[in-house]
């Protein structure tokens, strides 16, 4: 049974985020994602302006008149939306945590492909396989996968994406759409992240918070690695202890940046202090604009 106050954010995000798909993101997600090819559909008697090079000649040749072939595109995909819910991503310096956000992330893409007749599957790992959802179509499947991202509690707070990455390349026999939502506080994944993208059209969604970035002048802070439950005392009323944290964090950005560049996939940085929908938006353009 589902706890009152989850019903109703679970129905907030459904209205939200399928307004979202309906006014901006649908027809993009169409264009972005394209079939897997062309295929036959049918043949019809030709008409002043069609493109002679589809004439097919043998029925013509039947039909005593010139008929034409037409081909539509091989549409029905499958989503497959894998989210980190290790211990980090249930932090949010602003309120609102990366599992949020990401939950929200996941509505929108799984309500634009049901949009437009694809399969969606669900993947939630920390460092094992937490939760699978085998892609299904339709409404209720699409809320189940949003229940299961607010509800699952992970068994663990470690995070393996390489073992996650793994799964999913012998999982997937057909090439898929592959979401991967983290925060990407790991290493080692680079050579599994390359052999799925090179079957599949894989993008990587990055959630960050701005307090992994910088730590405020408050004095002394009293941490705690939320994946280890290692507490750290930090005074960050040292200049030299918050340029420090500032330096690794640009350490761990740029070795992020170059995993991503070095697999090829597109990427998209989601921050928790912002709006997800203007980088998610801005990603949809840059992918139709190349196609």
């Known amino acids: 049974m589902i706890p009152r106050e989850l019903f109703r954010k679970i129905r907030h995000v459904e209205i939200r985020t399928k307004g979202l798909v309906e006014n901006v993101f649908g027809g993009e997600y169409h264009s972005a994602f394209r079939g897997r090819g062309i295929e036959f559909s049918e043949v019809r008697p030709y008409q002043i302006g069609d493109d002679v090079r589809s004439i097919d000649w043998n029925v013509s040749a039947r039909m005593s008149e010139p008929y034409i072939k037409l081909f539509e595109e091989e549409r029905e995909q499958t989503l497959l939306l894998m989210v980190d819910i290790s211990g980090s991503e249930d932090f949010g310096s602003g309120g609102t945590t990366k599992r949020e956000v990401a939950a929200e992330i996941c509505a929108v893409l799984g309500f634009s ?78 050579k599994a992240l390359r052999t799925l993208a090179q079957k599949h059209d894989v993008v990587a969604i990055r959630l960050l918070d701005p307090r992994e970035e910088a730590l405020p002048k408050v004095g002394l802070l009293s941490l705690t690695d939320s994946e280890t439950g290692r507490p750290v005392l930090v005074d960050t009323s040292s200049k030299a202890a918050r340029n420090a944290f500032s330096a690794r964090a640009a350490d761990r950005e740029a070795a992020v940046q170059s995993a991503l560049k070095r697999a090829r996939v597109d990427t998209v940085t989601v921050r928790t202090d912002a709006d997800y929908v203007v980088p998610l938006v801005a990603f949809f353009k840059r992918r139709n604009k190349v196609r």
């Open 113 to 190: 492909a049901i949009r437009n007749n694809d399969k969606v599957g669900l993947l939630l790992f920390s460092d094992e396989i937490e939760r699978f959802v085998p892609p299904k179509k339709g409404r209720r499947h699409v809320l189940r996968i949003i229940r299961d991202l607010y509800v699952h509690e992970a068994a663990s707070q470690g995070t393996n994406l390489r073992a996650a990455l793994d799964h999913a390349h012998h999982m997937l026999n057909r090439r898929a759409i592959v979401i991967l939502v983290s925060d990407f506080l790991d290493a080692g994944y680079d």
